[in-house]
């Protein structure tokens, strides 16, 4: 029983705005500054690319370590696992430390896929890379990335939590992504390292994907 107190735990975990705490390490509001996401990509554009990419490296580990801990504690509890993954998985989206506002969870959602199988998530980035770099654009890449990770996740593993788990997170990613979606359809989506004023909301619908 005591090994579900792992699930608090990886929400606060998951609840720690590290896009945020760089950007404020240099001195930078990151929600005052260029699209206003807490996410790596605004924390890198913003605070430069070391920066961003700390802040990526950070969120990742949000969503890797409660699996990894939970699997390595109760290694028959495949629900505990996916729980715990979830749990990080809302801290970073809905932080209480932000008073309910954070990030898409791309990047923790990696890490989510990471834990529950490697290959998936490793798959995952790489489509993610692969479309970022043919088209530009952030936000399709995550989508994607992260719809190819659950589908090779279906494809490799038995453990119908784990399925269940990612596919949530799956939707979950699709629906924070559902402004730039509309921005997709419509042509109005920057691509990497261009700025559209004005997009940035009170409701963290910014141009980022994370």
């Not at 206003?36 to 890198?44: H, I, K, M, R, S």
């Not at 920066?51 to 890797?64: C, N, T, W």
């Not at 529950?116 to 530009?136: Q, T």
């Amino acid at each position: 029983m005591l090994h579900w107190l792992l699930v608090p735990a990886a929400y606060l975990l998951g609840a720690i705005p590290c896009g945020y705490l760089i950007a404020r390490a240099k001195g930078v509001d990151i929600f005052a500054e260029g699209s206003g996401n807490v996410g790596a990509t605004n924390v890198g554009r913003v605070c430069g690319k070391p920066a961003g990419a700390a802040a990526f490296i950070f969120d990742v580990l949000k969503g890797l370590v409660p699996v990894v801990v939970a699997r390595w504690i109760a290694p028959t509890q495949p629900w505990l696992h996916i729980v715990c993954g979830l749990a990080a998985l809302a801290g970073h989206v809905w932080s209480v430390f932000l008073r309910g506002r954070g990030g898409k969870g791309v990047s923790t959602s990696l890490g989510l896929a990471l834990g529950l199988s490697p290959v998936a998530g490793m798959v995952g980035l790489g489509v993610w890379a692969v479309v970022l770099g043919y088209v530009g654009y952030v936000s399709l890449a995550s989508i994607l990335g992260t719809v190819a990770a659950t589908l090779v996740l279906f494809g490799i593993t038995d453990v119908f939590a784990y399925e269940l788990a990612y596919a949530a997170a799956t939707v979950l990613v699709i629906v924070r992504h559902r402004a730039n979606i509309g921005r997709l359809i419509r042509g109005e989506e920057p691509r990497l390292g261009e700025t559209r004023p004005g997009q940035a909301t009170d409701e963290g619908e910014a141009t980022d994907s994370e």
